[in-house]
Structures are given as structure tokens and as C-alpha cells.
């Protein structure tokens, strides 16, 4: 991790305020894939992690039972709570949670159902990437979409998409492999850009049997 936790959740705090207006179009077409591919049923309860300013949360809330986003940075969150309180959304708990300890107690007794995370996971070396999504697969969680800044190949040296001073992206074979050694099957990868993509991930029986894996 190129940063500290703190660090980071100093830097998005003080850009809270402007960051929905500052995102790229890869952004937002990635946030609207893991939306699509998250469809939760009416009943299930969503992890939303790294959260921010609640682009997945609220768009899901009108679909599932319950969202829990977590986040590290409270500027982000508190700008999250804005936004859901002006749309008249009360079914989404903006809530301090790291990766690797998303703080889900508010999670009923049977769990979390779908666990999603858009554009947030590469902030973490490769070895804190795997400890996250092993977290994530603790949750109990049937399906698994993350999009984020990965590589399908290499970077480009000279148009990087991210920025190397604090990103730490992963390759989508790393990706991939984290997924498989908790017991959870990659059954769609979509490539939004050469350096942005979209992995789902579905539970598999070797992973414990979930009612209503797909």
C-alpha cells in the first residue's frame, strides 16, 4: 500500500465535495456495470466497500432490502448521507469499514447477500487485495462484483490510467486467482478500458453452498 489508510482517508475527505463531478467517463461506465451485474432481489442485504460518496449504494437501494456502505473516509460518507437524504433513500447505513475489517455488525443474523466495490480495491498492494476479497468472501456473500482499475495487460508507460504516486493496481489474472482460492468462481469479465474492468464472482459449492447462488 503505497499510502496509509489515514492518508487516504485524509486525501478523499478533502476532495469529497467535488469528486462526483471530477470522474471519467470509465468511471461511470463501470459504476453502472457493477450495478447491473449486482442485481440484488428484493430481500437481500449488500455490502457496498469503499463506498465514497455512495454511487452504488443509492443506486441499488431501490432494489435490495438493505445497503451497508462502508467506507474509511467520514468527508466521503458525510457526502453520501447528503445525497441519500435529498433523494428520500433510508435503506442505506453509510458506516466506517476498512477492506480487510468492513465493520458489517449491522448485517442481519443470516449476512450479507451480494458484496460490491467500484473503483476503490487498488489502493491495496496485491497481498492486501487478496486479504480483502477473503473478507469479503467471509461475509457469506453469494456474489462478488468489483469494478476497479486492473490490467489486461500492461500499463501503459506513457498514459497510465491511474496514478502510480498512490494507485497500486493488480493484473486480472491476480484478481482472478484471489477470487478462486476463497472458493468463489470469476463467471464474467468485462473489459471497460485497457487498464478498467468488471469481475463477478459467484460462490461455488467447494466455497460452502449458498441458498440462491446462481
Known amino acids: 500500500m503505497k499510502r496509509s489508510v489515514e492518508e487516504h482517508a485524509t486525501r478523499f475527505s478533502e476532495k469529497a465535495g467535488e469528486y462526483d463531478g471530477s470522474k471519467s467517463a470509465e468511471?461511470?461506465?463501470?459504476?453502472?456495470?457493477?450495478?447491473?451485474?449486482?442485481?440484488?432481489?428484493?430481500?437481500?442485504?449488500?455490502?457496498?466497500?469503499g463506498a465514497g460518496t455512495g454511487a452504488i449504494?443509492?443506486?441499488?437501494?431501490?432494489?435490495?432490502?438493505?445497503?451497508l456502505a462502508r467506507d474509511i473516509s467520514e468527508g466521503m460518507m458525510a457526502e453520501g448521507r447528503r445525497k441519500a437524504e435529498a433523494a428520500e433513500?433510508?435503506?442505506?447505513?453509510?458506516?466506517?469499514?476498512?477492506?480487510?475489517?468492513?465493520?458489517?455488525?449491522g448485517a442481519d443474523g443470516d449476512?450479507?447477500?451480494?458484496?460490491?466495490?467500484?473503483?476503490?480495491?487498488?489502493?491495496?498492494?496485491?497481498?492486501?487485495?487478496?486479504?480483502a476479497i477473503r473478507a469479503m468472501a467471509d461475509t457469506?456473500?453469494?456474489?462478488?462484483?468489483?469494478?476497479?482499475?486492473?490490467?489486461?495487460?500492461?500499463?501503459?508507460?506513457d498514459d497510465p490510467f491511474y496514478s502510480p504516486e498512490v494507485d497500486d493496481p493488480a493484473t486480472v489474472g491476480?484478481?482472478?486467482?484471489?477470487?478462486?482460492?476463497?472458493?468463489?468462481?470469476v463467471v464474467a469479465v468485462e473489459r471497460v478500458h485497457d487498464q478498467v474492468?468488471?469481475?463477478?464472482?459467484?460462490?461455488?459449492?467447494?466455497?460452502?453452498?449458498?441458498?440462491?447462488?446462481?
Open 89 to 105: 433513500i433510508t435503506n442505506v447505513e453509510f458506516a466506517h469499514g476498512k477492506f480487510r475489517a468492513p465493520n458489517l455488525d
Open 174 to 185: 491476480t484478481l482472478v486467482d484471489a477470487f478462486t482460492d476463497v472458493g468463489f468462481a
Open 197 to 214: 474492468g468488471v469481475l463477478v464472482a459467484h460462490r461455488t459449492a467447494s466455497g460452502g453452498e449458498v441458498p440462491g447462488a446462481e
Open 111 to 131: 449476512g450479507v447477500d451480494v458484496v460490491t466495490s467500484n473503483f476503490a480495491l487498488h489502493h491495496l498492494d496485491d497481498a492486501g487485495k487478496r486479504d
Open 57 to 67: 449504494s443509492l443506486a441499488l437501494a431501490g432494489d435490495a432490502e438493505r445497503v
Open 27 to 49: 468511471y461511470h461506465a463501470c459504476a453502472d456495470r457493477v450495478v447491473a451485474h449486482a442485481a440484488p432481489a428484493p430481500d437481500d442485504v449488500v455490502a457496498d466497500l
Open 140 to 157: 457469506g456473500a453469494r456474489r462478488i462484483v468489483l469494478g476497479d482499475v486492473m490490467f489486461f495487460a500492461g500499463p501503459d508507460p
